[in-house]
C-alpha cells in the first residue's frame, strides 16, 4: 500500500509570514495529491491538488509543489491570516483512486 | 460546486444498539463513496470503498459484519454500526468521487458524524 509522512506535525506562524508543509509518498504509482483543510469538528476541504504531470500549481496564496522524483510534494501558504489557523492533511492516491492520509500538521497563525 | 451531506451530524447512542449513517451526493452522481474514521487528533482512516451495486471492500482490520455499508444508488450510500460499542465512539466521515469534473478522482467530504457511544 501506500505510505505517506507528513512534516510538521504542529507549525506557528507569525500573521503575514509563509507556511510550508512537506509530505513524501512510498507508491511511484500514486498520482494524484491533494490537500486538505480541516477545522475542528469539520469536515476536510480540499484546497488545491496537484496530478503527476505538472509541476507546481497555484491559487492566489496557496501553492503545491511536486517532485515525483524524490517522491515528495509540499503546500506553501503566503501572508497568513489568522483563518488560516487549522489542521491541513497531504493525501496521495494508491490503488484505484484509494486516498492516503498524511497524519496531519496543526497550523497557528498568531495576529 | 460537488456537495455530499450525512445525516445525523450527531448521535449519542446505549451499547449493544445499532446506528444507521446516510451520506447522499446532492448535485452529481457518486460512482465512488469511502467511509472514513476519525478519532481526535489524528488523521483520516479508510474503513470501507463502496460502489453503487456492488458489495463495499473493507480495509485490512475493519470488520465487515460490524460496519455494514449499502450502496443503493448513485446518490446514497449507508454505513451501519452495529452493536455499537464505547471503543466505536469515533468521527465518522464520508466522501463522494465522480462528477462533472474533467478529473473524477476528486474526493468531497461529507460534514461528518459524531457517534458516541455510552
Known amino acids: 500500500g501506500e505510505n505517506v509522512e507528513q512534516h510538521p506535525s504542529t507549525l506557528s506562524v507569525q500573521e503575514g509570514d509563509s507556511a510550508v508543509i512537506k509530505c513524501t509518498y512510498s507508491d511511484s504509482a500514486s498520482n494524484y495529491f491533494p490537500w486538505y483543510k480541516q477545522e475542528l469538528g469539520k469536515r476536510p476541504q480540499l484546497i488545491i491538488d496537484i496530478r503527476s504531470n505538472v509541476g507546481e500549481k497555484k491559487d492566489q496564496r496557496i501553492a503545491v509543489t511536486l517532485n515525483k522524483t524524490a517522491k515528495h510534494f509540499s503546500l506553501h501558504i503566503t501572508e497568513t491570516q489568522p483563518e488560516d489557523s487549522a489542521v491541513y492533511f497531504c493525501a496521495a492516491t494508491y490503488s484505484w483512486g484509494k486516498l492516503q492520509f498524511g497524519a496531519g500538521t496543526q497550523v497557528v497563525v498568531t495576529p | 460546486g460537488a456537495v455530499v451531506s450525512q445525516h445525523p451530524s450527531r448521535v449519542i447512542c446505549k451499547s449493544g444498539t445499532s446506528v444507521k449513517i446516510e451520506c447522499r451526493s446532492l448535485?452529481?452522481?457518486?460512482?465512488?463513496m469511502f467511509w472514513y474514521r476519525q478519532f481526535p487528533k489524528q488523521s483520516l482512516m479508510l474503513m470501507a470503498t463502496s460502489n453503487e451495486g456492488s458489495k463495499a471492500t473493507y480495509e485490512q482490520g475493519v470488520e465487515k459484519d460490524k460496519f455494514l455499508i449499502n450502496h443503493a444508488s448513485l446518490t446514497l450510500s449507508t454505513l451501519t454500526v452495529t452493536s455499537a460499542h464505547p471503543e466505536d465512539s469515533s468521527f465518522y466521515i464520508c466522501?463522494?468521487?465522480?462528477?462533472?469534473?474533467?478529473?473524477?478522482?476528486?474526493?468531497?467530504f461529507g460534514p461528518g458524524t459524531r457517534l458516541t457511544v455510552l
Open positions: 466522501s463522494a468521487r465522480g462528477g462533472r469534473e474533467r478529473y473524477t478522482d476528486t474526493q468531497y
Open positions: 448535485d452529481f452522481q457518486a460512482t465512488t
